[in-house]
């Protein structure tokens, strides 16, 4: 079983940074691709930032120049560095991981997603 668990959400204002972590545990597993979602009231989920191969990392446009993501692979620990924080970003922020595991081939996994507010 795969376990991906998040931290850093929280409150902030406008302009301020929040750091969010997302660590994936578990049996032996393989990680192909790692990403962050997010999904606002009354929205749907939409892709914020993911490496979508090797070190090649994809922002939404409204997050390029703000946001970064990051890895330690030696850790299965995927990061979102968020700067520049606007009321707009508020939401609840999941990560993703696409990876393989020894008997059960690919697929996706979810973080369980933590809470972003933004004051304005």
């Known amino acids: 079983q795969v376990q991906l668990v998040e931290s850093g959400g929280g409150l902030v204002q406008t302009g301020g940074s929040l750091r969010l972590s997302c660590a994936a545990s578990?049996?032996?597993?393989?990680?192909?691709?790692t990403g962050w979602y997010r999904q606002a009231p009354g929205k749907q989920r939409e892709l914020v930032a993911a490496?979508?191969?090797?070190?090649?990392?994809n922002y939404a446009d409204s997050v390029k120049g703000r946001f970064t993501i990051s890895r330690d692979n030696a850790k299965n620990t995927v990061y979102l560095q968020m700067n520049s924080l606007k009321p707009e970003d508020t939401a609840v922020y999941y990560c993703?991981?696409?990876?393989?595991?020894?008997?059960?081939?690919?697929?996706?996994?979810w973080g369980q997603g933590t809470q972003v507010i933004v004051s304005s």
């Open positions: 578990g049996s032996s597993f393989r990680i192909y691709r």
């Open positions: 490496f979508s191969s090797g070190t090649t990392a």
């Open positions: 993703n991981v696409y990876l393989y595991r020894p008997g059960y081939g690919l697929g996706d996994y």
